[in-house]
């Protein structure tokens, strides 16, 4: 069977009981001397996650953000980066050191360094990033959300998406490229809710599949209000010129925001905190479902987000 028969979400639950690998979450968690370090790792390459107008920095940038946002899940303060390059023998080596400025660039942005890595061909490039954190305290984990907690999440959704299809008309600028390529982890604000949220995930892959993995691994039922969701102001106009979809952005991702779950008497106490933080809705019985409510109507959640191998017309600008 096919990869792209089966999506992202499928190859990794057979790759799961390959391993022996029970819960799934944003960062593998080892306790080392007293110590809880949340490691997390991924992959992204200049074929599929470059648009057009980026720098090889700006590549460099999201390779390393992507990880940083795992960390950010957690609550997890970045210590170190272990960073792999693969790449054709014709790759140039001004690009191949502009993408290493980019990794450095968002490693030192959050506090941390490079401290290691490897070099291999391949027949196109690709970065591989480890990023290495330290938990002050129990780490928020996706499987951790229970009932009658608040769903919030930080930041407005869109940004990504909206930026993704100003690309794709072919009318864009330096502003659009940083959205897509330059995102900015919420690691701080991981941090300061580490304290007082139960569950957390990094929503880069959508608003919609993000509560599905909150509600699937913590064994709940969910709401999202969409309404409630605070949506960016290109997204939102656009929308409302029939040139995007409110749904579409919410399943689209790349904007990098956390979601977490919080007792609802401790809402207040977080948004003392953190001032970018947006209920959008509540963890309930498993029994009453993944609903989304519009406009007072129940609906099925949509079980929508970006996933690798299923892309679709995502092509060109794949993230």
């Known amino acids: 069977m096919r990869l792209s028969d089966m999506g992202e979400r499928a190859v990794v639950s057979e790759l799961l009981k390959k391993f022996g690998i029970g819960d799934v979450d944003d960062c ?8 809880i370090l949340a490691i997390t790792s991924d992959t992204v390459g200049v074929e599929t996650h470059m648009v057009p107008g980026a720098s090889y920095a700006d590549f460099g940038w999201y390779a390393c953000a992507v990880s940083m946002s795992d960390l950010a899940s957690a609550g997890a303060k970045p210590v170190a980066i272990v960073s792999n390059f693969t790449l054709p023998p014709e790759f140039d080596l001004g690009d191949t050191l502009s993408i290493a400025e980019g990794v450095n660039d968002c490693a030192r942005h959050f506090g941390c360094r490079v401290v290691g890595g490897d070099t291999k061909e391949g027949k196109s490039a690709n970065v591989g990033i480890t990023a290495i954190g330290i938990v002050d305290g129990r780490p928020m984990k996706r499987s951790d959300a229970r009932v009658g907690d608040v769903v919030a ?4 959704i869109g940004r990504a998406y909206s930026a993704i299809l100003k690309i794709r ?4 600028g330096k502003d659009e490229v940083y959205d897509v390529m330059r995102p900015m982890p919420r690691i701080y604000e991981g941090i300061k809710l580490a304290e007082l949220a139960h569950a ?5 892959d959508g608003v919609y599949i993000s509560a599905h993995y909150i509600a699937d691994a913590s064994g709940v039922g969910i709401e999202i209000y969409r309404d409630d969701i605070p949506l960016c102001d290109r997204i ?3 929308c409302e010129k029939g040139r995007a979809s409110i749904d579409d952005a919410l399943a689209y991702g790349g904007d990098f ?3 977490i ?3 609802e008497d401790m809402v207040r106490d977080a948004m003392a905190v953190l ?6 809705g509540r963890v309930v019985d498993k029994n009453l479902g993944k609903v989304l409510i519009v406009d007072g109507e129940k609906r099925p959640l949509p079980l929508a987000g970006y996933e690798h191998f299923k892309h679709g017309d995502k092509g060109g600008c794949k993230r």
């Open 200 to 204: 957390c995930i990094d929503m880069s």
């Open 275 to 280: 001032d970018t933080l947006t209920v959008i």
């Open 261 to 263: 779950t919080i007792p």
């Open 236 to 238: 939102m106009k656009m």
């Open 153 to 156: 999440i930080t930041g407005e």
């Open 169 to 172: 008309e072919g009318v864009w």
């Open 257 to 259: 925001e956390l979601m």
């Open 28 to 35: 593998a968690y080892i306790s080392v001397g007293g110590k």
